[in-house]
């Protein structure tokens, strides 16, 4: 079976494996089959995008030490030309800060070693909040003109981290048992992060995912809505503890574990 009979109907979910440890690429082929994805394994940079280009593909998974071409540039390329979902791998936890820093454009990042399950369900949380490409048929749903395509592209289920309870269905947001109004731009903002808590979430994917990836402007926009949103939200909004700042990366919303 190809990856592009594995985006038809009661097919698979296609998946680009970059990949240049053979025990990495045995284990995944086999863990991520049993799970419904159809894994295409490419063992270099140059090989990956080759096949990348070559059919369709609903996500790939990158690792960042690839030969002949690193996982950063490989990501970059994809990038000029798709909004596939991308989760970089790295040989450390230690390595992923770096890379995040990098801004290279990937939705996700795990460290090895992973557990198969954990890496699952990044893969499902990355499909479910990307949009797939124009061409691509799938259970995802399609943006609609004129409906926010952020908003449109992430599940309408009500999220909970903590105190913090976001429905996006019915636009309600609940801060320790008090219902908080938000305008539309926190709200989307919120939600991006409530449903990366945890992680830290680069400027760029949140631009992106909230106002759009072909949003040009001032980035200080983001900063003025983290504020006006910590303004409703935090306790103490001179001392943010549910969202704060990595210095040179991005936001994170924490874990009630976390803090
Ligand atoms: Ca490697």
Known sequence: MTASDATGPGGGIAVLLAEDEESFVD???VGLGREGFVVTVARDGIEALERFDATPFDLVLLDVMLPKMSGLDVCRTIRTRSNVPIIMVTARSTEIDT?????????????????????????????????????????????????????????????????VRLDPERHECTVRGREVPLPLKEFELLHQLLLNAGRVMTRDSL??????????????????????????????????????????LG?????????
């Open 207 to 248: 631009i992106d995912r909230v106002w759009g990836s072909d949003y040009v402007g001032d980035t200080k926009t983001l900063d003025v809505h983290i504020k006006r949103l910590r303004g409703r939200i935090e306790e103490d909004p001179s001392r943010p503890q549910l969202i704060t700042t990595i210095r040179g």
């Open 251 to 259: 936001y994170r919303f924490e874990t009630p574990r976390g803090r």
């Open 99 to 163: 890379v995040v820093g990098l801004e290279v454009g990937a939705d996700d990042y795990v460290s090895k070693p992973y557990r198969m399950r954990e890496l699952v369900s990044r893969m499902r949380a990355v499909l479910r909040r990307v949009p797939r490409d124009p061409g691509h048929t799938g259970e995802v749903p399609r943006v609609t003109p004129g409906s926010a395509p952020v908003l449109a592209a992430v599940p309408d289920t009500v999220v909970t981290v903590g105190d």
């Open 27 to 29: 284990a995944l082929v």
